[in-house]
């Protein structure tokens, strides 16, 4: 079965504080992507990846194929950044996504 | 960037009565779009991929007859929910990718978040 799994489920930091959060999936992929939901529900694309590091901003974004995990950093978190992440995992050439259960950050002032 | 448009964003609707949720690609081609259903502290959820000039293929335990989908353009598909029921509120969102490129991200509408009264 292709799973994904997130963790924490809920996270609460204090601003300034750095953020990390972990998706691991079961068996291989060919591209996995972080996503942000805000509390209306749209849902922004914030990374796409198939190897390697991103960095866009103050997120960055990892990955390890061999370890099928992948971890999105958060640098000097805002109040604004609270949202809920979202790893979700494409497999073969497939366009579905399959998606973790998200994690909600809270970051306060 | 590429912009994906969900309309409406919010609606309510009398139980039995039948809702129509719209979801465009505004600068880009999409063969395929897919509709998703999240309820209330769970994950999102695919229903069904919508595909440009066929028929959608649905997953498992989504009733084709109560949620119609059509995808009549490349760039704009169309979820019905049939005779609504209280059980079929939720939010339900849209996805497409761009016809060029398999690797490239996922694009969003903004959502629809419908109560069946």
């Known amino acids: 079965k292709n799973e994904v799994e997130q963790s924490p489920q809920n996270l609460t930091a204090q601003e300034g504080e750095f953020i990390t959060i972990n998706c691991s999936y079961s068996?291989?992929?060919?591209?996995l992507h972080w996503l942000q939901q805000h509390p209306g529900g749209g849902i922004v694309s914030l990374f796409m990846l198939s190897s390697g590091k991103k960095k866009h901003g103050r997120l960055i974004a990892t990955i390890n194929i061999q370890e099928k995990h992948s971890s999105l950093h958060i640098t000097a978190s805002h109040p604004r950044d609270s949202a809920v992440y979202i790893c979700a995992v494409r497999w073969g050439g497939s366009e579905k996504l399959v998606f973790g259960k998200g994690t909600k950050l809270t970051v306060n002032p | 960037g590429a912009v994906v448009s969900q309309h409406p964003s919010w609606v309510i609707c009398k139980s039995g009565t039948s809702v129509k949720i719209e979801c465009r690609s505004l600068?880009?081609?999409?063969?395929?779009m897919f509709w998703y259903r999240q309820f209330p502290k769970q994950s999102l959820m695919l229903m069904a991929t919508s595909n440009e000039g066929s028929k959608a293929t649905y997953e498992q335990g989504v009733e084709k007859d109560k949620f119609l989908i059509n995808h009549a353009s490349l760039t704009l598909s169309t979820l019905t929910v049939t005779s609504a029921h209280p059980e079929d509120s939720s939010f339900y969102i849209c996805s497409a990718f761009p016809i060029q490129g398999r690797n490239t991200e996922a694009f969003f509408g903004q959502g629809t978040r419908l109560t069946v009264v």
């Open positions: 600068d880009f081609q999409a063969t395929t």
């Open positions: 068996v291989g992929i060919s591209a």
